[in-house]
C-alpha cells in the first residue's frame, strides 16, 4: 500500500510541477479513493511540488507565470483534499496566521494571491483582505484575529504610502507591538520598508515565505 501512496504523492507533485490543475484534481480525487491521509497528500503532494517550482523561481529558472500556473494547480488539488479533510473533521496543523492584503486605491492580487498559495503550501493559515483594503479594515482585523503576521501588497507608487498609513494607525491601536508587518509589490523596496517601519520587505513570494518565517522564529526548511 506504501508504494501505492508514493505513487499517487508523485502524481500530486508532478501535477503541480507540470502546471496541470485538472491531473491535480483527479491525483487528489485517486489520493482519497485509496485511503491516503488527505493531510499527507497536501504536505507531501501538492506542497511538495509547489517548493520545487518555488526553489526554480529563486534560481531563476522559472518565472512568474509558471509560479502563478503552479498555484492554481496545487489550488485546484487542495480544495479537493480540504473537501475530504473537513468531512473527517480533521486539523491541519498550522505555523501561524498570516492577515494579507493590497492596500486602499491599489486593485492588483496577482502578486498577493501567489503569496497566498506559497504561504498555504509551507504551513501557514492566510486570511486573505483582497484589494483596495482600507488601512482601517486591516488594523480592525488585526485586533480580530491577532494574526502573527500583516502582509501589505502595493503596486503603485501612489497606493504605497497606504502601507505607511497602516503601521502608524496600529502603533495609534496599541497592537504595532503585537505583530509583524512584512510589505511587498514593485512599489516598495527595503529602503521604504525602513522609512514606514516595516519589519521587512520581500521582492517575490519565496522570499515573502522565508522572511515571514524568520519574523515568527520558524526554522527553514
Known amino acids: 500500500m506504501e508504494k501505492q501512496y508514493a505513487r499517487i504523492l508523485q502524481k500530486l ?3 503541480v510541477e507540470e502546471f496541470d490543475a485538472d491531473r491535480a484534481k483527479e491525483a487528489a480525487i485517486e489520493a482519497i479513493e485509496e485511503g491516503l491521509d488527505p493531510l499527507r497528500a497536501i504536505d507531501e503532494g501538492l506542497a511538495k511540488g509547489i517548493r520545487v517550482i518555488g526553489e526554480l523561481f529563486e534560481k531563476k529558472e522559472a518565472f512568474l507565470p509558471e509560479l502563478i500556473m503552479a498555484g492554481e494547480a496545487m489550488k485546484a488539488g487542495t480544495q479537493v483534499l480540504m473537501e475530504e479533510i473537513q468531512k473527517r473533521g480533521l486539523s491541519v496543523k498550522k505555523l501561524g496566521t498570516v492577515l494579507i492584503g493590497t492596500v486602499h486605491g491599489d486593485l492588483h492580487d496577482i502578486g498577493k494571491n501567489i503569496v497566498i498559495s506559497m504561504l498555504e503550501s ?3 493559515e492566510v486570511i486573505d483582505l483582497g484589494v483596495d483594503v482600507a488601512p482601517e479594515v486591516f488594523v480592525k482585523k488585526v485586533e480580530e484575529v491577532q494574526p502573527g503576521v500583516v502582509g501589505m501588497s502595493a503596486l503603485l ?3 504605497a504610502p497606504g502601507q505607511e498609513k497602516v503601521i502608524k494607525l496600529l502603533r495609534d491601536a496599541g497592537l504595532r507591538d ?3 508587518v ?4 514593485a512599489a516598495t523596496s527595503e529602503t521604504w520598508a525602513d522609512e ?3 519589519d521587512a520587505h520581500a521582492a517575490d513570494a519565496v522570499e515573502a515565505v522565508r522572511k515571514i518565517k524568520a519574523l515568527l522564529g520558524i526554522k527553514q526548511g
Open 196 to 198: 514606514i517601519g516595516a
Open 182 to 185: 512584512i510589505i511587498g509589490g
Open 157 to 159: 507608487t501612489t497606493t
Open 122 to 124: 509551507a504551513g501557514f
Open 13 to 15: 507533485s508532478k501535477a
Open 178 to 180: 503585537k505583530v509583524k
